[in-house]
C-alpha cells in the first residue's frame, strides 16, 4: 500500500468546526444539491429539483434492459430478476417526502465536516414501482431470516471502510405494502442521479433507507453490519458512543421565503401589506401533522392547512401577514398528531442528524 492510497484505509481525520466551510465542505456542497426553498410552492416536487445526496459516484447505466437485481441469502428460492420482470409486479404509485437525515447540520455550532446542509435537503416525489415484499414472497423467506440487505450499485470508502452503499430494514418493515422497489418518479423514468433504473422508497423514513441503484438483496440470518447501517447514520451525543439508529423521520416545516432576494446573501425584501405565507410540514413514520404555528417577530399564530396529500407526503400551510415596514424574523413551527413540537433550537447530534429545529426567515418590509 503506497502513502497515496493510505488516505482511504487510514482517512483524514474530520473534526468539528465553525464559520467557514473547508473545501471538502464546498465539493460535496456542489454534487449534492438542495431543494432551492421555493420549490416548496410545489405539492410534487418537479424532478430536477428534488434534493440529492449520492455518497460515491452515480452509477453509469446505458440502459435498464442491462440491470438485474439478485435476491440471495435465507431464501427458498434465489432470484435474478430484470427491470422489465419487475416491471410486470403490482405496481403502486405514492407521494413521499424524503429529507436527508443530516438536513440542517449546517446550522449546528459546531457542526461536523461533512455534506453541509442547511435547509434543503428534502423533496416531495410520486414514486412508482412495486412493494418489495412481492419480490420477498416470491424467493420466499425461510424461518432463519432476521434482516434483510439492500444493496447499491455505488461503491466506495468511508471512515477506512471500503463497501456497496448499504441499508437494511427488519423483515416486518420489508413487507409492508408501502415500501417500494420503484421505477419512476413523478411519472417518468428515474433520474440517474436518483437511482435509475431502480431504487427503494421507504415512506415515513430519512433518506438514507431509500436505497439508489438497487442491485442485490441478501436475506440474513444476523443483523447486517454494513457500514452505513452499524457505524453511520446512529445519532450520538459523542464520537465513539454505541448510540441510537436514526429512523423515522421527525417533524418539521420549512416557509418558502416571501418577497424578492439579495443575489449574495439571500436576503429578502418584501413589500408592506398582506403577504401570504406559505410553506410545507411533514414528520415520519406515517404521523399526520396537526398544526403549523407562524411566528412574526416571536408572536405565534395559527396557520390553515393545505388538504392532506396522503399519508407519507408533506402538508402545505397557509398564513396571511400584513407586513409593515422594518426588519423581521419570520418562522414557522409545525406539531405532529403525536403531540411533538419542533424545538427552537438545534438538537444536539455529534454529526447534525435529525435536525429539525423551527425556520428562520429574515426580512426586509419596504
Ligand atoms: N445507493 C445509494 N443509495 C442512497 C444513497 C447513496 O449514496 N447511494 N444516499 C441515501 C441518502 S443519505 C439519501 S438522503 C437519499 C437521497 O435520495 P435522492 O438523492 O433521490 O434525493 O438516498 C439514499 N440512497
Ligand atoms: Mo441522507
Redesign the pocket.
Known amino acids: 500500500m503506497t502513502a497515496a492510497h493510505d488516505s482511504f484505509l487510514q482517512p483524514v481525520q474530520r473534526s468539528h468546526t465553525a464559520g467557514d466551510f473547508s473545501r471538502e465542505e464546498v465539493g460535496l456542497a456542489n454534487r449534492n444539491s438542495g431543494m432551492p426553498l421555493e420549490a416548496l410552492r410545489h405539492d410534487v416536487t418537479p424532478a430536477g429539483m ?7 459516484d452515480v452509477p453509469f447505466v446505458r440502459s435498464a434492459d442491462e440491470w438485474r437485481v439478485e435476491l440471495s441469502g435465507c431464501v427458498r428460492n434465489p432470484l435474478s430478476l430484470s427491470v422489465a420482470e419487475i416491471q410486470k409486479l403490482p405496481a403502486r404509485t405514492l407521494r413521499v417526502t ?1 429529507e ?1 437525515a443530516g438536513n440542517g447540520r449546517a446550522n449546528l455550532v459546531p457542526r461536523w465536516q461533512t455534506q453541509p446542509w442547511e435547509y434543503g435537503a428534502v ?1 416531495t416525489a410520486e414514486w412508482t414501482g412495486t412493494p418489495l415484499r412481492h419480490l420477498l414472497e416470491r424467493a420466499g423467506l425461510n424461518e432463519s431470516a432476521v434482516d434483510i440487505a439492500l444493496l ?1 450499485a ?1 461503491r466506495g470508502f468511508d471512515a477506512g471502510r471500503e463497501h456497496d ?1 448499504g441499508r437494511s430494514l427488519a423483515p416486518a418493515l420489508a413487507m409492508d405494502d408501502n415500501v417500494l422497489v420503484a421505477w419512476a418518479m413523478n411519472g417518468s423514468p428515474l433520474p440517474p ?3 435509475f433504473p431502480l431504487r427503494l422508497v421507504v415512506p415515513g423514513w430519512y ?2 433507507a ?4 438497487l442491485k442485490r438483496i441478501e436475506v440474513l440470518a444476523e443483523s447486517f453490519d454494513g457500514y452505513q447501517q452499524a457505524g453511520n447514520y446512529i445519532y450520538r451525543q459523542k464520537r465513539g458512543e454505541p448510540g441510537v439508529p436514526v429512523s423515522t423521520m421527525r417533524v418539521k416545516s420549512l416557509m418558502a421565503p416571501p418577497g424578492i432576494p439579495d443575489w449574495y446573501t439571500r436576503h429578502r425584501v418584501v413589500e408592506a401589506g398582506p403577504v401570504e405565507l406559505m410553506g410545507r410540514a411533514w414528520s415520519g413514520g406515517g404521523v399526520p401533522v396537526a398544526n403549523v404555528a407562524v411566528g412574526v417577530d416571536g408572536v405565534w399564530s395559527e396557520a390553515a392547512l393545505d388538504p392532506p396529500q396522503g399519508e407519507y407526503a408533506w402538508r402545505g400551510w397557509r398564513y396571511r401577514w400584513d407586513a409593515v415596514l422594518g426588519e423581521h424574523v419570520l418562522q414557522c413551527r409545525a406539531t405532529d398528531k403525536n403531540g411533538t413540537t419542533q424545538p427552537l433550537d438545534p438538537p444536539w447530534d455529534n454529526v447534525g442528524f435529525g435536525n429539525n429545529a423551527v425556520h428562520h426567515v429574515h426580512v426586509t418590509v419596504r
Open positions: 428534488h434534493f440529492l445526496l449520492i455518497h460515491f424524503l436527508c423533496g447499491g455505488d452503499y442521479q436518483n437511482g433518506g438514507m431509500s436505497v439508489k441503484w
